[in-house]
């Protein structure tokens, strides 16, 4: 899904969206400070999902590597963030599949 036909996205735009996937949840709450970033709405719907995406990953990092089920899961996540930031840095508009859901009913994005 590329983004919407009225949205401006310049290529500053695309790089600070793959920096906020790769570097969650640093990046994210960078853009939150910067006022010129976080009225932008293709910065803005990327970083809430990144933000969210970072929060639960390391959550659900954490509580598992107790069990060693977490130093499995952790690659997975991290392909899955590079993957996110490739496809954010083209332009493209990311699913993330529960957390984008989540994102836009508490209108984050």
Do not use: E
């Not at 695309?14 to 910065?43: E, G, H």
């Not at 999902?49 to 590597?65: D, E, N, P, R």
């Not at 930031?85 to 836009?104: D, L, S």
């Amino acid at each position: 899904m590329t983004a919407q036909p009225g949205m401006d996205v310049s290529s500053d735009d695309k790089l600070w969206t793959a920096l906020a996937y790769v570097f969650t949840p640093l990046i994210p709450i960078i853009l939150l400070l910067m006022a010129d970033k976080k009225s932008r709405p293709f910065i803005r719907a990327h970083n809430a999902q990144a933000l969210a995406w970072g929060v639960v990953f390391y959550i659900i990092v954490t509580i598992t590597s107790f069990f060693l089920i977490g130093l499995c899961i952790w690659p997975l996540g991290v392909i899955a963030q590079l993957y996110w930031a490739y496809k954010a840095y083209q332009g493209n508009m990311v699913n993330i599949p529960v957390i984008t859901n989540f994102v836009k009913s508490q209108g984050w994005a």
